[in-house]
């Protein structure tokens, strides 16, 4: 019954990496395979198992989190489309959602700037804005402009609604990193974290959602290569 409760305890051990017990199972276990077996230095033995074992589990710590912010460790609360849109955002989406559960929130808002650099860059694209690594301010600029202007000298015509509705955004996000997080001598809260996650969520979501693709379709395609 005991060594039967060793091996079960061997696999737990190896889980959580208590090495120190495991190293002393070896030790009872080569003294059962030895030729003469010692009881008293076997029953020692076993109990220094249980030693080591209460030592290693007390210099554990575990964290609890609760109910609402678990469900971000399960899920990044992104819209699936975010992900299958802008796949290379997932491990900061990821990120983020898990230094929100664990209440880290100045971590959470790096990664959700992350996270918003890609949204920003497919606008910027579509905008012809060639920086590499474009803020909301020449982009917020831009739309504004091309709204502002007449429709005959507007040259993203068949755009005016996604422009608008992504500069409503942006606007949002602005406003969140700026008065919320972007200052040092503020102290980044989980209010400050859960805001700017909000404004990121619907920011990303409906770039994914609605961005025109920039691959041109069959018949432009077809156009362009015959030169018409």
């Keep these: 019954m005991v060594f039967s409760s060793l091996k079960d305890i061997r696999i737990e051990c190896r889980i959580l990496g208590l090495d120190a017990t495991l190293a002393q199972i070896d ?6 395979g030895s030729d003469s077996i010692n009881v008293d230095i076997l029953a020692n033995a076993i109990m220094e198992v249980n030693s080591r074992m209460t030592d290693e589990l007390d210099a554990r710590h575990l964290y609890g989190v609760d109910s609402v912010r678990a469900a971000y460790i399960s899920s990044n609360q992104f819209s699936r489309m975010v992900g299958e849109r802008f796949p290379d955002a997932i491990a900061d989406m990821d990120e983020a ?3 929100y559960a664990f209440e880290r929130p100045t971590a959470c808002i790096y990664h959700l700037m992350r996270v918003t650099e890609y949204g920003i860059k497919g606008v910027a694209d579509l905008l012809g804005i060639a920086d590499h690594n474009p803020s909301w301010e020449p982009i917020i600029r831009k739309i504004d402009a091309e709204l502002k202007a007449d429709y005959e000298n507007r040259h993203f015509k068949g755009n005016q609604d996604f422009l608008a509705n992504a500069s409503t ?3 949002a996000v602005k406003v969140a990193w700026r008065n919320k997080a972007m200052h040092v001598e503020k102290i980044n809260t989980m209010e400050h974290a859960k805001e700017i996650y909000d404004a990121t969520c619907g920011f990303m979501r409906y770039v994914a959602e609605n961005l025109p693709s920039q691959k041109p379709g069959i018949i432009q395609s077809i156009r362009g290569a015959l030169g018409v």
């Design 27 to 32: 030790r009872v276990e080569n003294i059962v």
């Design 97 to 99: 959602a898990r230094c």
């Design 169 to 171: 955004h942006l606007h």
